[in-house]
């Protein structure tokens, strides 16, 4: 009886029921597309922090540049020739340095005290590198100013000498970034986010190995192949494996490991990155806290203070997402509840004297309100289905027109480091020449040095079952509300009341 | 079956006070017919209202086999209405969306029936009426005296000691009236039902055994049809 009356008496009001369900099925609808499209959105998110940052890493570790550190700057251009102070012209220059980039030096030690922090599943030091090799042959050069030139080092520390003539087009400088890897635990650091294309990649018997990884890109450009011998820091390497990251991230060219890496750039027992993994990925904060203390003077970021960094479309349509979407589900979802409930209310007062009889032949209070009720659920029903629906066409909708979205982590300029960012080379060697002496300015940036690395993803707008099940509970919750307001209406009548208003 | 004592119904009205009944004494025998007559709104439907436990007196009681209706609870009340009484109205009142079967059955879902003894009871009420042949249709396909019938089925088919008709015949023509009345007269003596009838008809009050007459919340018993 409960359902064929149900059923017979939202055919009755058929109109007014879809009415009702097409405006709870506007408002489930939007409330999916705009949970599918901030969810595609944090996906874009975690996507661009993963290629910025990496995989399975929650925290870095990182150390601001101190003034005259960075490592041994001298090019040692060989003054074997000419005055003491400036090599004479003619003469060749072949020199390659291994450098730390923009991040300050952070001791070995630090890795193991952040990897006994309470609640740190594990810690691995990392050290990024640059190889600057010069090439060229000391120009002749006609000195009209004070005496001598000299070789100046010192990061950020280059300036040029004045009155002098630049020589900087007979050098051919080349660079190229190299990763130290901690090999113990590869999972972490700068490989984490990339995937081996061919040969093999590192193994705890390379610990002390000349071996290399090759980033795919890098390895095009210089046709290296697996099993070619590459120099670093004038040292040979073989290439095992060929590395691909992904799109969007600013990887190094070669992948060493961390012990040879730190014996080359004469940095042993430093790092200069230190990757951690949480035990709970919901105490990163208080984690990252706990790191602060125990290494001070460090820089700790986790993904959401690099999040906050993340400035462009994508931060845009979190934003949009986040509050105009939600806000707007939200209005439309009351809009609906409320209109639901009043034509519920209204549906009940034309209903008045049918109630009346029902209550009349013995029916109880509680059989008719479930009744009502009922039949605004089934309501709320159809408007799920259709508004589950309406969901998936506005989120397909959404994947299909919204415009790639580009993610700009900026970093380099204020002194933090950002793992995995921008890598700088800012002022390199300084070749000062005093009082007229020759002289150029230094500093051989990478492209991406200090500069904003961009990513772009395309939106995509996955609809989950949880928002699925979250829209049914929606339905029914705006079929309940509906109907406890009718429910209700038609519980307070007096039969006596119901019948004599009609009679 | 019932008793009647200086029953007293008030209603709100405004700013004033309606004295539906002003101290009605009544005793109505077990298998009695009684029909009640009078001006529109001075009391009738009101009293009919507590006699069906539709309504509660302001004071006064009102036993009903023993049981006081001024007493009980509205749970209770609901299970008198459901098992003891049954009712018909002018208007019939047929749920429009229900078949004329489907509306005798509403009465029997109060009582736990299961489907399927609903069904039957209902088949066997719709042919107490002589409507079997329009068991599946609905009311709007009905006229006006097919649903006063369906009416009646559906108050009988729970078996009620009482049945109490506000103006049944009320919207019906003359020739319908008859029928109605008659059919009703006929299940009442069958049945050894007991029946109050309120109506404007004399044509109708005359077939009852006892007629009172409402006036300004009064209830006397003016004449007894032999």
């Known amino acids: 009886m409960f359902f064929t009356y149900l059923w017979r008496e939202l055919r009755r009001r058929a109109r007014q029921a879809i009415f009702i369900a097409i405006g709870l099925a506007l408002g489930i609808g939007l409330v999916i597309t705009v949970t599918a499209a901030a969810s595609g959105v944090k996906n874009a ?24 550190s960075g490592g041994p700057q001298s090019f040692g251009f060989g003054l074997n020739t000419g005055t003491a102070s400036r090599p004479a012209a003619g003469t060749k220059i072949d020199t390659e340095s291994l450098r730390g980039t923009g991040l300050g030096t952070i001791s070995s030690t630090s890795v193991t005290t952040v990897a006994s922090t309470k609640d740190v599943a594990a810690a691995a030091g990392g050290l990024e590198l640059t190889d600057t090799k010069i090439t060229g042959t000391i120009p002749a050069i006609n000195s ?5 030139g000299g070789f100046g080092g010192g990061e950020g520390g280059g300036s040029s000498g004045s009155g002098g003539q630049s020589f900087r087009s007979s050098f051919t400088p080349t660079t190229f970034t190299v990763d130290g890897v901690d090999i113990t635990n590869g999972e972490l650091g700068p490989l984490s986010t990339s995937k081996l294309s061919s040969g093999a990649t590192f193994t705890s018997a390379d610990t002390t190995a000349h071996v290399a990884l090759v980033d795919s890109d890098y390895a095009t450009s210089n046709k290296i192949k697996v099993g070619n011998k590459v120099t670093i820091d004038k040292t040979s390497f073989t290439v095992i494996g060929i590395v691909t990251a992904p799109s ?11 012990t040879v890496a730190q014996t080359l750039a004469s940095m042993k027992n430093d790092v200069n990155e230190i990757y951690v993994t949480a035990t709970n990925g919901q105490d990163i904060t208080t984690v990252a806290s706990a790191i602060t203390k125990a290494v001070p003077g460090t820089t700790v970021t986790d993904q959401d203070s690099l999040a906050s960094q993340v400035t462009g479309s994508i931060s845009s349509a979190a934003s949009l997402a986040n509050n105009l979407g939600k806000w707007l589900a939200i209005a439309v979802l009351i809009a609906a509840f409320l209109l639901a409930s009043l034509l519920t209310m209204s549906a009940v007062s034309r209903r008045i004297r049918e109630f009346g009889t029902l209550k009349a032949l013995g029916w109880k209070s509680r059989r008719v309100v479930f009744q009502v009720m009922g039949e605004s659920i089934a309501i709320g029903i159809v408007g799920g289905v259709i508004g589950v629906g309406l969901g998936f066409l506005g989120a397909a909708a959404v994947g299909k027109f919204a415009p790639p979205l580009t993610a700009s982590l900026t970093s380099g300029t204020t002194g933090t480091a950002t793992p995995g960012g921008a890598r700088s080379f800012g002022g390199g060697g300084g070749f000062g020449g005093g009082g007229g002496g020759g002289g150029f300015t230094g500093g051989f940036n990478q492209a991406a040095s200090n500069a904003a690395s961009t990513v772009t993803e395309h939106l995509t707008a996955p609809v989950t079952i949880a928002a699925v099940l979250a829209a049914v509970v929606l339905a029914v919750l705006g079929g309940l509300i509906a109907g406890s307001f009718g429910g209700w209406r038609a519980a307070r009548l007096r039969p006596a009341a119901a019948l004599s208003k009609v009679a | 079956m019932y008793k009647l004592t200086d029953v007293k119904k008030d209603y709100a009205k405004g700013r004033g006070t309606v004295h539906a009944l002003q101290g009605v004494d009544l005793e109505i025998a077990d298998g009695e017919w009684m029909a009640i007559q009078g001006p529109t709104g001075h009391g009738k439907s009101t009293l009919l209202q507590i006699l069906g436990g539709l309504d509660r007196a302001t004071s006064g009681s009102v036993l009903l086999d023993e ?6 609870g509205e749970g209770s009340m609901t299970k008198v209405r459901a098992t003891t009484i049954g009712f018909i109205f002018q208007t019939f009142n047929l749920i ?4 004329a079967q489907e509306n005798v059955e509403t009465a029997l879902v109060p009582l736990g029936v299961s489907a399927q003894s609903r069904k039957a009871r209902s088949a066997e009420a719709l042919a ?11 009311p709007t396909e009905l006229s006006g005296g097919q649903q006063q019938r369906v009416a009646i089925a559906r108050a009988l088919v729970k078996e009620p000691k009482v049945l109490l008709a506000d103006e049944p015949t009320g919207n019906l023509d003359e020739d319908t009236r008859d029928e109605i009345i008659a059919l009703l007269e006929k299940l009442w003596q069958d049945k050894g039902l007991s029946m109050v009838m309120v109506t404007h008809d004399t044509a109708v009050a005359r077939r009852a055994q006892r007629l009172g007459t409402m006036r300004n919340g009064k209830l006397t018993v003016k004449q007894k049809v032999v």
Request: no cysteine; proline share 8%.
């Open chain 1, 248 to 258: 969007g991230d600013t990887p190094p060219d070669y992948y060493i490991p961390l």
């Open chain 1, 45 to 68: 998110q975690a996507s661009v922090l993963h290629s910025l940052y990496g995989v399975g890493t929650d925290i870095t570790v990182t150390k601001a540049p101190t003034a005259g």
């Open chain 2, 67 to 72: 049981t006081d209706l001024t007493r009980l």
């Open chain 2, 128 to 138: 107490s009426v002589g409507l079997s042949d329009r068991a599946r249709h609905l």
């Open chain 2, 96 to 99: 429009p969306t229900l078949s």
């Open chain 1, 144 to 148: 009209s100013g004070g005496s001598g």
